[in-house]
């Protein structure tokens, strides 16, 4: 039995965050979309974000690396990158491990 997955969308969240507030959708969306944008921007200035009770945003440095062309097998580098990185704080680990 394949097990159904489930997945919260931009529109469900900004709904529940509506409903919870007492706020429109208009400004629950506007309020979300600038959570994000200060998020996005205090992680492309290189900067972490800790929200307590919930987890930590912060940037990870990925060294140059070799790999290989997956269409070809021929040997490549892979240029050195940065990716955002999520770390869970306590409290979202034990909700998620309750329910």
């Known amino acids: 039995m394949k097990k159904e997955l489930l997945v919260l969308n931009k529109t469900e969240l900004i709904a529940a965050i509506a409903t919870d507030t007492n706020l429109s959708k208009a400004d629950a969306a506007r309020a979300l979309d600038a959570a994000i944008e200060n998020l996005s921007g205090a992680l492309a200035r290189g900067e972490t974000v ?3 009770g919930f987890g930590t945003f912060a940037v990870a440095s990925r060294p140059e690396r070799s790999g290989r062309n997956p269409s070809t097998g ?20 034990d909700a998620v491990n309750a329910a």
Do not use: D
């Open 50 to 52: 800790q929200l307590i």
């Open 74 to 93: 021929e040997p490549m580098t892979i240029k050195a990158s940065k990716a955002p990185k999520f770390t869970a704080g306590k409290a979202l680990k």
